[in-house]
């Protein structure tokens, strides 16, 4: 009995400390290099929703994925589309070494999709990135915990963002895009934004 509680108060006081230093983080634009250069974050979980998203790229396509992290994706995408994997670490095969809440983004090249999966929840300024990559990308795919269904232990989670189904959907037609197609992934939303051509 005394063993639950003491584990108990132990977890509570984690959650509250990830808490504090995502909290910190975003405060000062930082992202966590120590949680994902670590191999262990990665977790296989995932893989459905990369399928999920892999199936809503058409044939013969260029994309890049940011936060590219097992470089799954690669694996799911018909054979005659373009990979470039993108991550806040090097995750070999070519990857671009990109941290998106850096002050300077670089110059990216033109991508038929850029895809998000489990990323923009980590982003400080999600607005100016999706205005960013605007110029470059036609379609956007990215899932995203919207607070509709994820209000609480949003900052144990590591995510500084706190979006509503409505204010994530604004953030890309306000940068151009209009929402195609929406589907639910264990409780988030994976969106597909296509490039509107008055813009």
């Given at each position: 009995?005394?063993?639950?509680?003491?584990?108990?108060?132990?977890?509570?006081?984690?959650?509250?400390?990830?808490?504090?230093?995502?909290?910190?983080?975003?405060?000062?634009?930082?992202?966590?290099?120590?949680?994902?250069?670590?191999?262990?974050?990665?977790?296989?979980?995932?893989?459905?929703?990369?399928?999920?998203?892999?199936?809503?790229?058409?044939?013969?396509?260029s994309v890049i994925?940011?936060?590219?992290?097992?470089?799954?994706?690669?694996?799911?995408?018909?054979?005659?589309?373009?990979?470039?994997?993108?991550?806040?670490?090097?995750?070999?095969?070519?990857?671009?070494?990109?941290?998106?809440?850096?002050?300077t983004l670089p110059?990216?090249?033109?991508?038929?999709?850029?895809?998000?999966?489990?990323?923009?929840?980590?982003?400080?300024?999600?607005?100016?990135?999706?205005?960013?990559?605007?110029?470059?990308?036609?379609?956007?795919?990215?899932?995203?915990?919207?607070?509709?269904?994820?209000?609480?232990?949003?900052?144990?989670?590591?995510?500084?963002?706190?979006?509503?189904?409505?204010?994530?959907?604004?953030?890309?037609?306000?940068?151009?895009?209009?929402?195609?197609?929406?589907?639910?992934?264990m409780g988030q939303?994976?969106?597909?934004?296509?490039?509107?051509?008055?813009?």
């Open positions: 009995m005394l063993n639950k509680l003491i584990n108990r108060i132990k977890n509570e006081f984690s959650a509250l400390q990830r808490g504090i230093n995502t909290s910190l983080r975003s405060a000062v634009g930082r992202s966590d290099y120590q949680r994902w250069g670590n191999k262990q974050s990665l977790s296989p979980f995932w893989d459905s929703r990369t399928k999920k998203i892999a199936n809503q790229i058409e044939p013969g396509t994925e940011f936060g590219a992290g097992r470089l799954v994706l690669k694996t799911f995408l018909t054979e005659n589309c373009s990979y470039t994997p993108s991550d806040l670490v090097d995750r070999g095969n070519g990857t671009i070494v990109c941290d998106l809440n850096s002050d110059q990216f090249q033109a991508y038929d999709v850029a895809v998000f999966s489990g990323v923009l929840e980590y982003i400080n300024n999600v607005p100016r990135l999706i205005r960013y990559l605007s110029s470059c990308v036609n379609v956007i795919i990215a899932s995203y915990a919207v607070t509709d269904t994820n209000k609480r232990n949003r900052r144990v989670h590591g995510w500084v963002n706190d979006y509503s189904s409505v204010q994530f959907i604004d953030i890309f037609v306000n940068a151009g895009f209009q929402c195609d197609h929406t589907e639910e992934w939303v994976i969106y597909k934004f296509t490039k509107q051509s008055s813009f």
